[in-house]
Nanobody
């Protein structure tokens, strides 16, 4: 059974940085795509970034490109999201997700989800 556990959220001032972690367990993640999504209050869940487990190829939402970096540590079965130059509009619950056979931004196609971690950016 796949488990994804996020950590690293918190309160930060605008312009600051946070690093989120997603510890994955339950199977080998070869051929999986790992993603970060976020959901602000009253908003639909939205794509942030994805990374392929095998090659480490990445895709970012335009809103975070150049500020956020997704990475993975295969030995630790962990995916990271380094968030720099944070803005108040980045405030949301951030979720880690995983899927096979899909490498896009539609959250409906992700099969496994973590419980989420709150990121709050104050102005």
């Amino acid at each position: 059974q796949v488990q994804l556990v996020e950590s690293g959220g918190g309160l930060v001032q605008a312009g600051g940085s946070l690093r989120l972690s997603c510890a994955a367990s339950g199977r080998t993640f070869t051929n999986y795509v790992m993603g970060w999504f976020r959901q602000g209050t009253g908003k639909e869940r939205e794509f942030v970034a994805i990374i392929t487990w095998n090659r480490g190829s990445t895709v970012y939402a335009d809103s975070v490109k150049g500020r956020f970096t997704i990475s993975r540590d295969v030995a630790k079965n962990t995916v990271y999201l380094q968030m720099n130059r944070l803005k108040p509009e980045d405030t949301a619950v951030y979720y880690c997700a995983a899927t096979m056979y899909y490498s896009g931004s539609d959250y409906h196609n992700y099969d496994y989800w973590g419980q989420g971690t709150q990121v709050t950016v104050s102005s």
